[in-house]
């Protein structure tokens, strides 16, 4: 089974409905909720789609979109030392660069989904687009 990060932007075009990438992650929190793959965020995925989804709306509805994503995603966890490797890395964005050591030290990502494939270039862990990734896990199907 596919062990999957999904980088902050993936999940912000799902809760922004924005157009036509929200198709594709509905289509792989999908297979999550199925439980075809193991999908996994990070702290800071969830702050900042907190902080950008209360902008339009009310902090209960929010905290519920966010109790809904939690019942069929992971998180990794986040510390100090992945904080020091971010912060001494290659990586030109520093929230990559947390979530790629997270995915990494939680030894349980295989890949990691972003739409900023170029952000990743430092990565050590297989990075897809959702399409991408889409397409490889139907044809390995």
């Given at each position: 089974?596919?062990?999957?990060?999904?980088?902050?932007?993936?999940?912000?075009?799902?809760?922004?409905d924005r157009k036509p990438f929200?198709?594709?992650?509905?289509?792989?929190?999908?297979?999550?909720?199925?439980?075809?793959?193991?999908?996994?965020?990070?702290?800071?995925?969830?702050?900042?789609?907190?902080?950008?989804?209360?902008?339009?709306?009310?902090?209960?509805?929010?905290?519920?979109?966010?109790?809904?994503?939690?019942?069929?995603?992971?998180?990794?966890?986040?510390?100090?030392?992945?904080?020091?490797n971010a912060l001494h890395s290659?990586?030109?964005?520093?929230?990559?660069?947390?979530?790629?050591?997270?995915?990494?030290?939680?030894?349980?990502?295989?890949?990691?989904?972003?739409?900023?494939?170029?952000?990743?270039?430092?990565?050590?862990?297989?990075?897809?687009?959702?399409?991408?990734?889409?397409?490889r896990k139907m044809s390995n199907?």
């Open positions: 089974m596919d062990q999957i990060l999904l980088d902050t932007d993936v999940i912000l075009h799902f809760f922004f929200a198709e594709d992650t509905a289509k792989i929190l999908r297979w999550c909720e199925l439980k075809e793959i193991r999908g996994f965020i990070t702290p800071v995925t969830v702050s900042n789609v907190y902080y950008l989804l209360r902008k339009n709306s009310t902090a209960a509805k929010v905290i519920e979109k966010l109790k809904e994503l939690m019942t069929i995603i992971d998180v990794v966890i986040m510390d100090r030392e992945i904080i020091m290659d990586f030109n964005d520093f929230e990559d660069a947390l979530q790629h050591f997270s995915a990494l030290k939680s030894r349980k990502v295989h890949l990691i989904i972003t739409r900023n494939v170029k952000d990743y270039k430092y990565s050590t862990l297989p990075v897809f687009t959702p399409e991408s990734y889409i397409r199907d």
